[in-house]
């Protein structure tokens, strides 16, 4: 009886924690913390204004982040932008070679991979340098942290097949796990577990402290994104189109959604709501499942990929399409409530807080809205 409490107890935790959403004026984290989930107790205006637009003068898939009142990303010239929550630029930081990977912000550090492999952490408040890890391969992925009673890391993968982890006050390697084959997204973190996949058709489930292998689930082809987890559950999809959900507590599939026939890949990162996931495909649509079952809930058309990520508000969707558009939904019904024509791509993650959220476009514009 007293075993069946504790497992109880522990299954309970889990679930709990995959709905501890982010709130307030901090987003210091790609898709806002360490589990992707890209989920917000925050609530979104239904008619958000324009409040600034900064042109950046360089093209960028990067996603912001925000934390102490500046909003943080990277572009296609190598260049790092510190911008104040009054669209004012506060300063910028040269990497050396293209900055697609979101930023995070750990401490005191702002932390971004750069394309050349090395990953930088840069004084948040002056701009300077801080430290530098090179690694081997291209880095497309954030970086993430994790925490232990004895220790913390940042982890990132990149295209030398292996996941690093590093010590985030020097930058010194802690431990390398290697793949088969280049790990392009971010890493999930939660209860000190990293999930994450690879181009070698894994889900992998490694322990945060020591970079050894607790499960491996063998998907059978690209996963060229990242996993959002929650409840227990990683939801993520695959370049082939399909999209899975598995339960980490038994390392079994849960469900799987396949392909159609005109499905395209999927490169975007689940949000999860309370009890739907979202998703976004290379064929044009925005989709929401289920989370228990995979059962199809609705589907909203745009008129551009969707390569970026969706985040979920109690009631609402937020996400932009490569068609230019930045689109609200109702998330019990798909319905559109509010959109924006940025006029140019938008495969950027959007950053919330209590009173604005941020996105960027393609082009290198990074967006403010609110309520006027």
């Not at 522990?10 to 992707?36: H, N, V």
């Not at 996603?63 to 990277?74: A, E, K, L, R, T």
């Not at 929650?230 to 598995?246: E, I, L, M, R, W």
């Not at 949000?271 to 289920?290: F, H, M, P, Q, T």
Request: overall charge positive.
């Amino acid at each position: 009886m007293k075993r069946s409490f504790i497992i109880l107890l522990m299954l309970l935790s889990i679930y709990l924690a995959g709905f501890t959403q982010t709130s307030g004026q901090e987003w210091p984290l790609f898709r806002g913390k360490g589990d992707l989930a890209g989920s917000t107790s925050t609530e979104v205006s239904t008619r958000p204004s324009l409040i600034w637009s900064l042109p950046a003068t360089g093209r960028t898939k990067s996603s912001p982040v925000v934390s102490g009142g500046m909003i943080f990303f990277g572009n296609d010239k190598g260049t790092v932008i510190a911008v104040g929550t009054d669209g004012k630029i506060r300063w910028r930081y040269e990497g050396g070679s293209a900055a697609e990977a979101p930023p995070m912000v750990y401490g005191d550090k702002v932390i971004i991979g750069f394309n050349d492999g090395t990953l930088h952490a840069i004084n948040r408040t002056s701009g300077k340098p801080a430290w530098k890890y090179k690694t081997e391969g291209q880095i497309s992925g954030s970086a993430n942290a994790w925490s232990t009673a004895k220790k913390s890391g940042i982890v990132v993968g990149s295209y030398d097949y292996y996941l690093h982890s590093v010590d985030p006050s020097n930058g010194l390697l802690q431990w390398k796990l290697e793949t088969m084959n280049y790990v392009n997204g971010t890493p999930a973190v939660s209860n000190n577990n990293i999930v994450f996949g690879g181009c070698d058709g894994f889900i992998r489930v490694v322990d945060a402290f020591t970079g050894r292998e607790k499960d491996t689930i063998e998907i059978g082809t690209y996963i060229a994104s990242s996993p959002a987890l929650s409840g227990g559950k990683a939801c993520f999809g695959d370049y082939d189109g399909n999209f899975f959900c598995v339960d980490l507590l038994t390392g079994k599939l849960a469900w799987e959604v396949p392909a159609g026939e005109t499905s395209g890949s999927v490169v975007a990162i689940p949000a999860i709501g309370r009890n739907s996931v979202i998703i976004g495909n290379e064929d044009k649509y925005l989709y929401c499942y289920d989370i228990i079952t995979g059962k199809l809930n609705w589907k909203f058309r745009t008129n551009g990929r969707i390569t970026g990520s969706a985040v979920v508000t109690p009631s609402k969707v937020l996400f932009g399409s490569a068609d230019g558009n930045v689109y609200l939904l109702g998330i019990n019904d798909g319905k559109k409530i509010w959109s924006f024509n940025a006029g140019s791509a938008v495969s950027s993650t959007p950053a919330v807080t209590e009173d604005k959220f941020y996105i960027l476009t393609e082009d290198g514009r990074l967006l403010a809205f609110g309520t006027k």
